[in-house]
């Protein structure tokens, strides 16, 4: 049930990361925590790389619903360009919590590798 999943506290983790690659300053961020980060980490490194943009990702460890509330966080993993999540909702308040991806295999915990690079194409 990955709903009533709680990861531990070390566990929870943001990644950004800065394109200079990308059209005019443009920005990717990249939100994560555990069990699906390294998997998560691994598949966005491999789609910029994909598709030749060259990022450098830095970690910032996201300890409580507040933290997750102000950087307006919709769980993990999540995918920015410019301020905008690659899979957007609407919410009326943020907690630190997993999410859950459609991919071709069924339900993951994180997008393929494919689906970040269409979503990172259709947003540059």
Request: glycine residues 6%; contains cysteine.
């Amino acid at each position: 049930n990955a709903g009533a999943y709680v990861p531990k506290q070390a566990m929870r983790i943001e990644v950004a990361a800065d394109t200079p690659a990308l059209a005019a300053g443009a920005s990717v961020r990249a939100m994560f925590n555990a069990p699906d980060r390294k998997t998560a980490e691994q598949f966005l490194q491999a789609a910029l790389a994909d598709e030749h943009l060259d990022a450098e990702i830095d970690l910032l460890l996201i300890e409580n619903d507040e933290m997750a509330d102000k950087q307006r966080f919709l769980g993990s993993p999540s995918f920015r360009i410019d301020g905008q999540d690659l899979w957007p909702e609407v919410r009326d308040s943020y907690h630190f919590g997993c999410r859950i991806y459609a991919t071709e295999k069924g339900f993951a915990g994180a997008p393929t590798t494919a689906m970040l690079r269409s979503k990172i194409r259709s947003m540059t």
